[in-house]
């Protein structure tokens, strides 16, 4: 079974563009749960623009399901991932002025800086979960870091989908099957929606986990969150 783990950041970017608590981060993650999300996840960047660090301690108390935490291992994430002891601990590339993720980590490059750094992560008690392109290269040396988990990005898949969804699929089908030869469990997140989740699925059954944030809170707009959370739940039932 694929868990769907809600991203709500985007409700803290609604928030921050008006001040105050309106929508409150915490119950949003709260109702999220309640209505099917099956995980948290959060991505704080130095800024603050989105999520914030505070939240992120507000969140630990309350997230009952699988709580994920995003971002790139400066000093700062480092010492919230040893406070707050999440699930998961997702390691992304992203310099400090990105919009948002758009890349994974060269992990031929950045092998032995992930190495320390994964064993640190998991001196906290958190699954660690590196994000990484779909490219087989990759793979093997992110094994080697000791990683539990990789992070397909699939905003390429995203991109041709609607175009070719067989060649969009074809190299995420390779990696995917990839990573269980060597062991690492298998998320997934960027760009995924209600028209291209389905077929992500039933082409990698095995998918421990997508992550899901701007596009369910756009659909949400429309249909509620609660209806939306549990749309999204249906398409990963195949």
């Not at 990759?138 to 969804?165: C, I, M, W």
């Not at 995924?192 to 992500?200: E, G, Q």
């Amino acid at each position: 079974m694929t868990k769907l783990s809600v991203n709500i950041n985007k409700i803290a970017t609604l928030r921050n563009a008006r001040g105050a608590n309106n929508p409150n981060v915490v119950q949003v993650a709260m109702d999220a749960e309640r209505f099917g999300a099956e995980g948290i996840t959060v991505h704080p960047r130095p800024d603050e623009r989105h999520i914030r660090y505070q939240d992120v301690l507000d969140l630990s108390k309350v997230v009952t399901t699988e709580f994920n935490i995003e971002g790139y291992p400066d000093q700062r994430f480092m010492d919230l991932i040893k406070t707050v002891k999440p699930a998961q601990a997702t390691l992304v590339p992203d310099p400090p002025n990105a919009i948002t993720s758009n890349s994974g980590w060269d992990t031929i490059t950045h092998q032995e800086f992930l190495k320390d750094i994964v064993a640190e992560l998991k001196s906290y008690g958190a699954r660690v979960s590196i994000f990484i392109n779909p490219e087989t290269k990759f793979f093997e040396p992110a094994k080697t870091t000791g990683t539990d988990r990789v992070e397909l990005y699939t905003e390429p898949y995203a991109v041709q989908f609607h175009q070719d969804r067989q060649a969009a699929i074809k190299p995420y089908v390779e990696v995917a099957n990839l990573a269980r030869e060597l062991g690492l469990g298998l998320n997934a997140g960027h760009d995924l929606d209600l028209h291209n989740l389905k077929f992500l699925k039933g082409s990698i059954p095995f998918l421990d986990e997508v992550s899901i944030g701007h596009a369910l809170i756009c659909d949400a707009l429309y249909y509620g969150l609660e209806n939306t959370i549990q749309m999204y739940r249906r398409q990963l039932e195949v």
